[in-house]
């Protein structure tokens, strides 16, 4: 079932006054739903909520590109929403976790599915916001939610599912040894912001704001992704949603190859927050904060050396991107060069699930 997508917005009356969707009921709620979203009628002449599924014109979406790329993804209240989260941030958040996954293959969203498992106590205003948070995200890297499901559940959780497009797909599989091994951004903020949460820590709130931004709203980094999936000089490429050392065995599973990692080259928090100058590389753990921890959702990718170098310039002009270390044999594994010149072997670890 397609559920509830289309376009419009909750009417007024729903929110001047507390409600709940129990009060209006299933069909009440998919209703005032599925006025909230815009569809291109050229591309999609059958939206959620006008029929059992969508129908997108495949022609008309993959705009000339070869390859569908898909995925999905949950997020659910006990695992994903920190304390303090806004309900606009849950609905983003679900989005763009899926949009990391399409970035990371240098892929070109256009459709979006989301499922939602919804308490019934739950006010009509939360929900409202929830759904704004989903339209703005998916709007904002052009791309149409087009369908959808509700369910009664006993805890919040979305799961959402994206579509894309691709000329060529950037994989997991592919480095090679002697490719440079980079990242997009920076890392460690989402993590920084977990710990002001926790109160493990204390920081200005200008750094407060920030960090709680990256964790509460993450930005996938789509636009790069497909510059680097151009570039012709990408071998591998996945998103960094666990932390970069699981990351890095995931590439190093996928491609059979080891990675050495410089440390000090690896960018621990963003530009915002470093100008503070409250934290610096010898305090915090920061190792821990920016290796171990996820939630950043920037794309970890190798890039072939031996292409010119020129190329690799240019490339850094147009994309966000820090060099980090190289690719070695599978048998020299993951490790840290010391100052040194020593290797220090990285211990594999980040957020699971189980």
Not at 41 to 49: L, N, R, S, T
Not at 106 to 125: C, K, L, N, R
Not at 240 to 246: M, Q, T
Not at 297 to 318: G, I, P
Request: hydrophobic residues 40%.
């Amino acid at each position: 079932m397609t559920g509830y997508l289309l376009s419009g917005s909750f009417d007024k009356p729903l929110l001047s006054k507390k409600r709940f969707i129990e009060q209006i009921g299933e069909i009440g709620l998919i209703e005032k739903i599925s006025k909230k979203f815009l569809v291109d009628k050229q591309i999609v002449p059958v939206g959620a909520g006008e029929d059992d599924c969508a129908v997108i014109d495949v022609d008309k979406a993959k705009g000339g590109h070869k390859y569908l790329v898909a995925t999905t993804d949950t997020v659910q209240e006990s695992t994903h929403f920190p304390a303090g989260i806004s309900p606009f941030q849950i609905g983003w958040t679900s989005v763009a976790v899926n949009l990391s996954d399409i970035a990371a293959m240098g892929g070109h969203p256009f459709a979006f599915i989301v499922a939602m498992g919804i308490p019934a106590h739950t006010e009509t205003a939360f929900v409202a916001d929830v759904v704004e948070g989903i339209e703005k995200c998916a709007s904002a890297y052009n791309t149409a939610v087009v369908g959808g499901d509700i369910t009664k559940s006993k805890e919040l959780s979305l799961t959402g599912t994206c579509l894309g497009f691709a000329d060529k797909t950037v994989r997991r599989a592919g480095a090679k040894v002697g490719d440079l091994v980079c990242v997009t951004g920076s890392l460690g903020n989402a993590a920084l912001g977990m710990k002001l949460i926790k109160k493990e820590i204390e920081a200005p709130k200008s750094v407060e704001e920030a960090a709680k931004m990256a964790l509460f709203q993450p930005m996938p980094r789509v636009k790069e992704g497909i510059m680097l999936a151009y570039s012709g000089l990408v071998t591998s490429m996945i998103d960094i949603s666990d932390g970069l050392a699981l990351s890095l065995a995931e590439l190093k599973k996928s491609s059979g190859v080891g990675f050495e990692i410089d440390e000090d080259k690896v960018p621990v928090l963003s530009e915002e927050i470093r100008s503070t100058g409250v934290f610096d590389r010898s305090m915090l753990g920061l190792r821990e904060l920016a290796f171990f921890f996820g939630g950043d959702y920037e794309l970890l990718f190798t890039v072939d050396a031996s292409e010119n170098e020129e190329l690799l310039k240019m490339l850094k002009r147009k994309v966000k991107m820090s060099v980090i270390g190289k690719v070695v044999s599978a048998e020299e594994g993951i490790y840290f060069k010391t100052d040194e010149g020593k290797k220090e072997m990285m211990e594999i670890k980040g957020y699971r699930h189980f």
